[in-house]
């Protein structure tokens, strides 16, 4: 069974462009989230994804978007990067069943620097 | 004010003290989370709960619903258990975290 993993490690941008993150989900797993995580801080929901759909966002403007395929991995894209879009990013699977949402899977993240 | 609180933010011990972090929440949930986070960002999941007591190895959680408040305790603690150790509360369709709490474990 394999993990969490998330592509790439570390990225650098410039202001105004556009990154896609990836996301592969563990074995088994159907549901991915995805969280910003800036230094020094905790990390903040931005959106999570069930069945290819998104099914809950939190307070991250449209520019962050995501995608989740038929194989449950995902990716998060951002629009016009700003300074302040630089953190790490993390994905998490889990699976939700009828039981409701189970325990999350974190992959290692990647570290996106705005530049 | 956050949905979630922790205490405290920061904490020093010395090898084999036992430990204590507090997580209060003010939103209704269904299950609690206990995140333990390295330096250098790897997140593990420690504990998933939505009542009593669970434990794994030197770590034990609890929940209490009602109260709304949850415990992370580590037993015997090590200098490897430094880390920084997050709650969370999946609530419908958002996730609140707490602000977390530094454990550095002295030898």
Not at chain 2, 73 to 84: E, G, K, L
Request: hydrophobic share 30%; glycine share 10%.
């Amino acid at each position: 069974e394999t993990g969490v993993t998330q592509s790439p490690t570390h990225l650098i941008k410039t202001r105004g462009q556009q990154v896609t993150l990836r996301c592969s989900s563990q074995s088994g797993h159907n549901t991915v989230s995805w969280y910003q995580q800036a230094l020094g801080q905790g990390p903040q929901f931005i959106f999570q994804y069930y069945r290819e759909e998104e099914n809950g966002r939190g307070n991250f403007p449209p520019r962050f978007s995501g995608l989740q395929f038929p194989n449950y991995s995902s990716e998060l894209n951002v629009n016009a990067l700003e300074l302040d879009d630089s953190a790490l990013y993390l994905c998490a699977s889990s699976y939700t069943g009828l039981a409701g949402f189970d325990e999350q899977f974190f992959g290692p993240g990647t570290r996106l620097t705005v530049l | 004010k956050n949905e979630v609180e922790q205490s405290p933010q920061n904490l020093t011990a010395q090898e084999g003290e036992f430990i204590t972090i507090n997580c209060s929440y003010s939103v209704g949930i269904s299950a609690l989370h206990w995140l333990q986070q390295h330096p250098g960002g790897g997140i593990v999941s420690l504990f998933m709960l939505s009542s009593g007591k669970k434990k794994h190895g030197r770590l034990i959680a609890t929940i209490n619903i009602q109260e709304k408040h949850s415990s992370l305790h580590i037993t015997a603690s090590h200098p490897r258990d430094s880390a920084v150790y997050i709650c969370v509360t999946p609530t419908g369709n958002q996730f609140y975290f707490g602000t977390g709490t530094s454990l550095t474990v002295i030898p």
